[in-house]
């Protein structure tokens, strides 16, 4: 198991990114949550399977149709064990 904190930057907020994520997350069967920042990003904890952590990161940096992704900062955590993928605030 890895876990992975991403900050996604660009126009990531108002076109369906959490949701997005969310439903990928869920298909992939990585846990974590996802939310938007104050400052215009989108903040998301992935963890699970090496393979299936990737799988959503890279959709991380493509995003829906209508977001445009200028960058997807990812730093390395330890897995606390999550269960489940969740919208946050």
């Known amino acids: 198991m890895i876990r992975r904190h991403v900050v996604v930057s660009g126009h990531v907020q108002g076109v369906f990114y959490r949701a997005s994520l969310e439903r990928e997350a869920h298909a992939a069967g990585v846990a974590g ?3 938007n920042r104050d400052d215009g ?6 963890e699970g399977e090496p393979a299936a952590v ?5 959709w991380c940096r ?3 149709p ?6 997807v900062a990812v ?5 606390v064990g999550e269960t489940g993928f969740r919208t946050r605030g």
């Open 33 to 35: 949550w996802v939310r």
């Open 41 to 46: 990003t989108v903040e998301a904890v992935l």
């Open 54 to 58: 990737e799988r959503v990161l890279a």
């Open 62 to 64: 493509q995003g829906p």
């Open 66 to 71: 209508r977001a445009e992704v200028a960058d």
């Open 75 to 79: 730093e390395e955590e330890e897995p």
